[in-house]
C-alpha cells in the first residue's frame, strides 16, 4: 500500500537547530518572505505618506473594506486543500446578497429567518458542486464556473437591472455595521472562521486526510480516506462561506444589485493562492491565506492614495495573481521533488 507522508518545505524546529545562520536564513525566507514583505510595504508607505497611511482610520477602513474578500478567499482555500477549485465563490456572493435582501424586503421574512435561508441555500449550491466534480466526474473548474454562471443568471434575471431596496431590521444592518473595541466586526469574522478552520486543518484528522487527498487522491483512497465524501463536504463548506460573505456584504450595502459582487473573485482567488506562498510554501494554508490578502490590502490602499487611476487595482489583482499562481506551482514542483527524494519508490 502506498503511504502518505510529510513533504512539507517549512524547516523544523531540528533542522533549524542544525543550521548555520546562512542556511537557517535561506530556509526561512520561502516561509515567512510574504509577511516580511508586508511588513516592508507597510513601512514603505507609511514613510511616504506620514499623514494617511500610518492612521487608525487608514487601518479600520483597510480592514472594513477587505473583510468579505478575506471570507471569499478562505471559502476558495477550502476546496483547494483538496485539489479542486471554488469558482462559485465570486458568482455565488451576487446571488446571495440579492437573497438575504429581498426574502426581508420583498417577501417579509425576519431577518435571522433570511439569513439561515441564504446559508441553506450556499450550502445546497456547495452540494451541486460536489456531486458534479464527485460524481459526475466534471473538472472543478468546468463545473464551478457553469454552476457561477447559472446563479449569476438568476440574479439578473431577478433584478432586472434594477436595485432591490427597502427597510431593513437593525439586527441585520449590525452585523456588518458593528464595531467591537475600535474595530469593525468583519475582522472578528474572519479572524473567528480563520481560527476555526486552521484548528480543523492542521490539527484534527479531518485536515491530514484533506491535506492528503490534494497530494495524492489515489494514495489517499488506498489509505482508507473516503475521497469522495471530503471532496463534497469541503464545496459544501465553501458553499456556506461563500454565502456569509453575502450576507455581510448585503448588510454593509444595504442595497442589492447583480453589477456587485464579480469583482471580489479576483483577488478571492488571488489571496488563497499567494497564501500557498507562504507559511506553509506549496499548500494553501489559513494563515497564509490572510497574509495574502493582507498585502493586497496594502499594496492597493498605498497605491490608491498614490493618487492612482481607476484600473491600476484590477491591474495589480491580476499581475500578483500571475506571480502567486508561479511561485505556488514552483513551491509544488519542490515538494514532489523532496518526496522523491524521501522515497525514490514513491
Known amino acids: 500500500m502506498q503511504s502518505i507522508q510529510s513533504n512539507a518545505l517549512e524547516p523544523t524546529a531540528g533542522e533549524l537547530a542544525r543550521m548555520g545562520p546562512g542556511e537557517r536564513l535561506r530556509r526561512l ?3 515567512y518572505g510574504l509577511p516580511l514583505l ?6 514603505l508607505f507609511s514613510a511616504l505618506l506620514p499623514d494617511t497611511f500610518p492612521t487608525a482610520l487608514n487601518a479600520r477602513s483597510i480592514l472594513s473594506d477587505k473583510a468579505v474578500i478575506a471570507l471569499l478567499s478562505l471559502s476558495a482555500m477550502l476546496p483547494m486543500i483538496a485539489g479542486r477549485i471554488d469558482l462559485t465563490v465570486g458568482y455565488g456572493i451576487v446571488l446571495w446578497h440579492l437573497m438575504a435582501i429581498t426574502l426581508q424586503v420583498t417577501y417579509g421574512l425576519p431577518w435571522p429567518v433570511a439569513v439561515a435561508l441564504t446559508l441553506l441555500a450556499g450550502a445546497a ?4 458542486n460536489g456531486l458534479l466534480v464527485e460524481v ?9 464556473l457553469g454552476t457561477g ?19 431593513l431590521a437593525h439586527g441585520f444592518i449590525a452585523i456588518n455595521a458593528t464595531w467591537v473595541a475600535g474595530l469593525p466586526i468583519g475582522a472578528f469574522y474572519v479572524v473567528g472562521i480563520a481560527i ?12 491530514r486526510h484533506l491535506y492528503a487527498i490534494g497530494a495524492n487522491p489515489k494514495a489517499a483512497a488506498l489509505n ?7 471532496v463534497i463536504l469541503v464545496f459544501v463548506a465553501s ?31 488571488v489571496g488563497a493562492f499567494l497564501g500557498s506562498t507562504t507559511i506553509k510554501p506549496g499548500r494553501v494554508n489559513v494563515w497564509g491565506t490572510l497574509i495574502g490578502v493582507l498585502i493586497l490590502a496594502v499594496g492597493i490602499s498605498g497605491i490608491q492614495q498614490f493618487g492612482a487611476a481607476f484600473f491600476v487595482e484590477p491591474l495589480f489583482n491580476g499581475a500578483t495573481l500571475i506571480v502567486a499562481i508561479g511561485i505556488a506551482g514552483y513551491a509544488q514542483r519542490r515538494r514532489s521533488a523532496v518526496r522523491r527524494i524521501a522515497d525514490p519508490g514513491a
Open 29 to 31: 525566507l520561502p516561509v
Open 38 to 43: 508586508t511588513l516592508l510595504l507597510i513601512g
Open 125 to 128: 449550491v456547495g452540494l451541486a
Open 136 to 144: 459526475a466526474q466534471i473538472d472543478s473548474f468546468i463545473a464551478t
Open 149 to 167: 454562471t447559472i446563479l449569476y443568471a438568476i440574479a439578473m434575471w431577478h433584478t432586472d437591472g434594477r436595485q432591490i431596496m427597502g427597510t
Open 196 to 207: 476555526v478552520l486552521w484548528l480543523v486543518t492542521e490539527r484534527l484528522p479531518l485536515g
Open 224 to 230: 482508507g480516506i473516503p475521497v469522495r465524501g471530503y
Open 239 to 269: 458553499g456556506v462561506l461563500t454565502a456569509f460573505a453575502g450576507v455581510v456584504l448585503a448588510s454593509k450595502l444595504r442595497i442589492g444589485q447583480a453589477s456587485v459582487g464579480l469583482e471580489y473573485l479576483l483577488p478571492a482567488l
